[in-house]
């Protein structure tokens, strides 16, 4: 259990990102995605063969044809704005995050992020 002072500035901190442009263009960019039905149908599409894909690899058997399928799917995901601009929204919105995460780790002294670069 993290002491309350901890816990206050942890929210003040919280609220403090929900103001960075990062953010504010993250949620709107997740908006746009959810309300393209078009790229909502193809995640799922996505999503279910990539679980069929691994539970075969999972057994032993490598399916070429779904492979290709995924990344066919993979391709015009990719082609669709509402993935692109979510993805780079993200991407920035990490970004920010993890520049936080350096200075706390700096004054710190000790490199937080190390664990997940492993």
Do not use: H
């Not at 909502?40 to 999503?47: D, H, K, P, T, V």
């Not at 509402?82 to 991407?91: A, D, G, H, K, T």
């Amino acid at each position: 259990m993290i002491d309350e002072e901890v816990r206050e500035k942890a929210e003040a901190l919280a609220e403090a990102l929900m103001n960075l442009q990062e953010y504010k263009d993250f949620v709107e960019m997740e908006k746009n995605l959810k309300a393209d039905s078009e790229a909502q149908a193809m995640i799922l599409e996505f999503q279910k063969k990539q679980q069929d894909f691994v539970t075969k690899q999972m057994s032993g058997v490598f399916d070429n044809e779904l492979l290709n399928e995924l990344t066919d799917l993979q391709s015009k995901l990719n082609a669709r704005e509402s993935v692109v601009m979510f993805i780079e929204s993200y991407n920035r919105l990490l970004s920010a995050i993890g520049e936080i995460l350096d200075l706390i780790s700096e004054r710190l002294e000790l490199d937080v992020g190390e664990v997940y670069r492993r």
